[in-house]
């Protein structure tokens, strides 16, 4: 074989039919977990809210606001005390130094009673596992210990007007002034900027080497000289903005690993930010099945079936390759030893693959009820729903397009050359 | 690749092994080249590595590894083409014998298909699509026993059969799930005709003609007009198994495919470095990576047994199917004229694939299934 879909090669993991085969007898792990499973239940059935059953798809985006509210309050801070939100990084920081297993479990557990996790956005999906990675000591003792709470917004500043997928090419530039870096430059579409509290930034300090001239500096968002201009977008939402920094000071201590490491750091994280985006879970009650939305809207035959039989067969294909997905997130967990591998290209594009088919069959489904921008006239699930359309045909081009997917799957996977 | 135990690993390191070196596409090619359906040879060798009990329990002298286990080996076997009764008798009949017969079947027949001594099918398909329901083929009463007339299709190993599961009604209409009845037969019964049906994929099909065939009432598997369930649990077995070879077949149908692109000259340069080309391999890639965890996860859902078996077996049979469908056509694509060539093996597998896809049901029932699962 050429190629290698996962890294590493995992230990076996209770399968979760382990109850109905033929079981083997507890072992002092498997009862280790089962108590942990109980901890779980109970401490959940305490501390959720149930006024925010179901209500994750608020905070599906990837650099999501934080709702307003006592019970959203009352939970991001039970769960950021208790570290569950960052189950497995360590407990120094106060998250919850869990085992995979024990995460895994906990997950379950959060889906089963239609709760779910409100430590998100990208301190805790890309920041936190990068200087877990390559942070110092005063660096993670900084920022981690407001990640694992929920307490910070981070903001992640790559592109820029004239790098996209060839990131490289960017020119925002960080001048070393001896005791501080002073940094120039646009960035764009940024996500979240609008109410971030830092941003962990892509910044030129050589000219001599386009990949090797690269930065990763974190830049405090309330620096005097950062300027960020909300853009508005096709589904009339807001989620990013351009930044401008114009003779921002930042202090030494900022730059994650060497000088001309950043490169290397941001691909890193582009993979933790593609497997967030591909293994985005949903869990039970967030999303309503199509064929019931379809139900609904088109209503069945006399034998109960969907009266559109074309629609229903696309249907069913589409939640079968949903299913295949969902799989395998799951075979990628099970099977990787540590963090993301070249195989959260392959996720990447089957979650986009799975979510834009998803929205656009409901678009369908839904009709002229379907087409609704604003008033009275249409449900504001529906007016929801049109939009999230839209708003998710970002999917396939944030944290690297889909064709750029194709490409280090063709030629880091697959083995494919380049022109050279 | 899945998180295999050190028994499992050893099963799948032995039947690479075996394959890449006694039954390699090669050896595909010179049976059919000889007109046969399997060699007996090989056959003999899968039945004394004990491949062929590996879903028989230890009492009736198999391994009792479950479709976790044969599922590898038909992995494996798909990736070269591997004709042999394993898949029919020692999955698909096995399983039949074994979770719908008495005991005194289970005695006489599990040992013999664990040991390779005999080669027992299923006689069940009709019409033109598989559809156990529509079955016609009658099963009169007839003092002590039963008397069956009529005919079977694509009856896999028909020709080699020892025995045959015979669906047939013993009260209803075609179309009612009632009413049907599993009989096991013995192939040299009086009143059995068979004729090779010649398939495109070269492999053992045939049609079987019951005219008048007398079987005694211990010939019943499971209860008089009570088969339509069990032996649709019996069908989501073969549906995974089927789906395992296809995944082998997939795998191979890419990997030869890569390597083509990569050795490949036009333009001066190898066509893996055409980006159309690159990009199409990434979308085949990602959906064999799919179709793998849809067939890691329907093997353990049929081994415990449980409520997901069925979906699992539908995604499995209806999913996997479509990726061999694509992977088939683009293997030939990729290859240009060589690909439509005899001499070339990329036929093969599109002839196999499509096979493999009707059995059993195709993709487009499985939909129909999962609608219906899901109340739609
Ligand atoms: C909703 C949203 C949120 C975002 N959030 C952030 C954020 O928070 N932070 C941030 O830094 N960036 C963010 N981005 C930016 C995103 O990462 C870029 O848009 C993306 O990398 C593509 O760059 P581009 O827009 O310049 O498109 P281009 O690179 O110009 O691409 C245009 C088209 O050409 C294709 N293409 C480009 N190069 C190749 C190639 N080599 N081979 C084949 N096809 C190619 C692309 O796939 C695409 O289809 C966000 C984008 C969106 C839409």
Redesign the interface.
Known sequence: ??YQ?VAG?????P?R?AE??RSKPMNAQDSQLAAFRAEAREWLAKNFPKSLTGKRDVLMDIAPRYPEGEDWAAWKTAMGDKGWGTPTWPTEYGAGGLSRQEAMILDDEIERIGAFNPIVGMGVNMLGPTLLEFGTDEQRAQHLPLVVRGAVNWCQGYSEPGAGSDLASLKTKAEDKGDHYLVNGQKIWTSGSMYADWCFCLVRTSNDHKHEGISFLLIDMHSPGVEVRPITLISGKQTFAEVFFTDVKVEKGNLVGDLRQGWTIAKRLMQHERNGIGARKVSVGELR?V??V??EYIG?DDQ???SDYDL??R???H???E???R??V??VV??SKQGPSE?TS?MK??GSVSIQTREELLMEIMGNRGIGWEGDDYLPVEIEQTRQMLQNKANSIYGGTY?I???I???R???????Q | MAVLTEEQQMLRDGAQEWVSKRAPVSAFRATRDSGAVFDPALWKEIAEMGWAGMVVPEAQGGSDFGLTGMGLVLEEMGKTLVASPLFISGLVAASAIKSIGNDAQKADWLTKIADGSAIVTLAIDEGTRHNTAQTAMQAQADGDGFTLSGTKVQVIEGIAADAFLVLARTSGAAGDTDGLTLFLVPANSAGITRTQLKTFDSRGHAKVVFDGVKVGKDAVVGTIGGAHAPLEKVLDVARVGIACEMLGLCQQAFDTTLEYLKTRVQFNTILAQFQALQHRMADLFMELQLARSVIEHAVREIDAGGDGAEEAAILAKGFVGDVANKMSRQMIQLHGGIGMTDQYDAGFYIKRSRVLEATFGNQSQQSERWANLHDY
């Open positions: 074989m050429v879909f090669r995992a230990t076996a993991r399968s039919n109905k085969g099945p064929h019931e379809a139900k069945t109960g079936r969907l229903r067969a249907i069913a294909r939640q079968m390759w299913r295949a997905q799989l395998t799951a075979r099970e099977e195989a392959v594009n089957a064709e997917q194709a490409n799957i063709s030629k996977i697959l083995g494919m050359l380049d022109h």
